[in-house]
């Protein structure tokens, strides 16, 4: 099953903060997230691993909480050059399930001067 | 290097035509795959390949198929395009597999899209 990103979109201005959270139904071993500008490739931001470890990339940031299940990316006095859309990216803990990483619906962000 | 490389850019076909989309990275990476791309349903996984030789159904497999003789390429048949095609496709490939000690990041071809009338 996909993971369920929310909100599904989100207008900000420029310097203010938001937040996206990505949530799976089954135990995770890893979450991706990417970004995606309108008619491009989707383009790599971060991986998280299980073990609660937050990373960061410029002024995105990101946790990962896995009794929760979810991760959640934190875009930091944001800029114009953040808009687009963001994927959280899944890989389940039961490695019966095969190498696959399942992406969840995105999230629109605008980012407005 | 040129990354992952997909074409055509865009296709049109008529209902039950067949066609290849072609894929081929020059990274050396073991892992590739197709997605799909429609509108508010994210990325759906098609079909991968961890290695020449071997390859593996994602959550859409249907109406797809797929083959890997060489490290470098991934091609995806369409066997008899429907409407229900329609849609972007991307190839992305990885250093490492999803699920091995590491993970590493997709690399994202620049897509094809594709409609089927």
């Known amino acids: 099953q996909q993971p369920v990103q929310s909100p599904q979109a989100v207008i900000l201005r420029e310097g203010e903060d938001a937040v996206i959270n990505c949530s799976s139904s089954?135990?995770?071993?890893?979450v991706h997230w990417y970004r995606q500008k309108h008619g491009e490739a989707p383009v790599f931001l971060m991986i998280?691993?299980?073990?609660?470890e937050q990373k960061g990339h410029d002024k995105i940031s990101a946790s990962f909480n896995e009794k929760k299940q979810q991760s959640s990316l934190y875009l930091t006095a944001s800029q114009l050059s953040y808009s687009g859309t963001y994927f959280c990216?899944?890989?389940?803990?039961?490695?019966?399930?095969?190498?696959?990483?399942?992406f969840g619906g995105g999230t629109r962000v605008l980012v407005k001067p | 290097n040129a990354g992952v490389t997909q074409t055509p850019k865009f296709q049109v076909l008529k209902t039950g035509q067949s066609m290849t989309l072609q894929c081929a990275q020059d990274?050396?990476?073991?892992?590739m795959s197709w997605y799909r791309q429609d509108p508010g349903m994210g990325l759906r996984l098609i079909h991968y390949?961890?290695?020449?030789?071997?390859?593996d159904q994602g959550e859409v497999p249907n109406g797809y198929n797929v083959s890997r003789s060489t490290t470098e390429d991934f091609p995806l048949r369409l066997l008899s395009a429907a409407p229900s095609q329609t849609s972007v496709y991307f190839c992305?490939?990885?250093?490492?597999?999803?699920?091995?000690?590491?993970?590493?990041?997709?690399?994202f071809g620049n897509g094809t899209r594709l409609t089927v009338t």
């Open positions: 992305a490939s990885s250093s490492t597999p999803i699920g091995s000690s590491y993970n590493s990041p997709l690399h």
């Open positions: 089954k135990a995770l071993y890893s």
């Open positions: 998280l691993l299980k073990g609660g």
């Open positions: 990216g899944t890989e389940w803990l039961i490695k019966a399930a095969g190498n696959k990483l399942t």
């Open positions: 990274m050396n990476h073991e892992y």
């Open positions: 390949s961890v290695g020449a030789g071997i390859t």
